[in-house]
């Protein structure tokens, strides 16, 4: 992804600027407990998923080709080599993982670590790769791609049945995704535009309209990267070069920002015994070394205490 967002962004990069917390906000956000809970050094760390039976949250280290298992109770991790680029994951019954690789999906097998590979996507487009994904609350796994040349990427979605569906095209870095808790609403996030669209929902159908701009951070040093959505219907963005999470309303409107002290968030996800925890993936790819001494625990594993809910993850039901 460093490679794609740093093209795009060539004529407003201005070097790593911290998001700013405003006066309204700085009391709250550090009211929040951040803690370094993995020293993981990920290349680039992403697509945090927490398992509520197992008491685990995976995660994937792309370019390192892995998907990590993170015991909290413990503080211990292990990771799956999967061979190949993952964009993205989801739990798909009790020991298996569903994986969105460079050009294929497959399915992981957690006991024997056997990756079985399902069908090919955009195996035409040597310059893309397979990006962030997430089920949504029937068991579709939605995921999408990223391009190098602008605009050749897409959103799918693949049902129970094995269907693979193109939901949206003419995207360059399809990324963060989520729906709001009464489903009607779906967010996707394009981050070389800077923008995160809202979509209305049809939960029957899985179908998606009406796209309309929800976010716009146009001008801003950062883009938006991955994203979770709170039990309140309010949405938490990763901010790629931007130091910080920022929480924004069902509006739209920015209402919290939350340092990191890291230069690359990627993405997050709720998790923990009442789902309050928000766990945080981060980049270290990319950074020169004077920036990685700016940002030392670039690609470590993070987790904020925060005072609102999550929703659970769903399985893929395939």
Request: charged letters at 25%.
């Amino acid at each position: 992804m460093a490679r794609a967002i740093n093209h795009f962004l060539k004529n407003i990069y201005k070097g790593a600027s911290r998001c700013a917390p405003t006066n309204e906000n700085k009391m709250n956000a550090n009211s929040y407990q951040l803690q370094n809970v993995l020293n993981a050094r990920a290349r680039l760390g992403e697509c945090p998923l927490w398992d509520a039976e197992r008491k685990l949250l995976y995660w994937v280290d792309i370019y390192n080709y892995r998907v990590h298992q993170f015991d909290p109770s413990a503080g211990s991790d292990r990771f799956f080599d999967v061979g190949d680029a993952v964009g993205s994951i989801a739990l798909a019954g009790s020991d298996r993982l569903l994986l969105a690789l460079r050009e294929r999906l497959a399915f992981l097998n957690l006991q024997t670590e056997e990756v079985t590979f399902l069908m090919s996507v955009e195996a035409d487009k040597p310059d893309n790769r397979l990006n962030d994904g997430k089920c949504d609350r029937q068991g579709r796994f939605w995921f999408g791609s990223m391009s190098e040349a602008e605009p050749q990427a897409n959103l799918y979605r693949y049902d129970p049945d094995g269907s693979l569906h193109v939901m949206e095209m003419g995207l360059t870095i399809s990324n963060g995704m989520g729906w709001s808790p009464d489903e009607k609403t779906f967010y996707l996030t394009d981050s070389p535009t800077q923008k995160i669209y809202a979509y209305d929902f049809d939960v029957e159908t899985g179908q998606i309209n009406n796209r309309r701009v929800f976010v716009d951070l146009s001008g801003e040093p950062f883009v938006p990267d991955g994203l979770a959505i709170d039990s309140e219907g309010y949405l938490w963005s990763a901010m790629w070069d931007g130091w910080c999470l920022i929480r924004f309303d069902p509006e739209g409107q920015e209402v919290l920002r939350v340092q990191m002290p890291v230069q690359r968030p990627t993405c997050c996800t709720f998790g923990g015994e009442q789902l309050n925890d928000l766990y945080i993936t981060t980049a270290s790819v990319g950074l020169s070394q004077k920036e990685i001494q700016k940002s030392f625990y670039s690609g470590d594993l993070f987790c904020l205490k925060t005072d609102v809910r999550g929703m659970s993850a769903v399985s893929y039901q395939g």
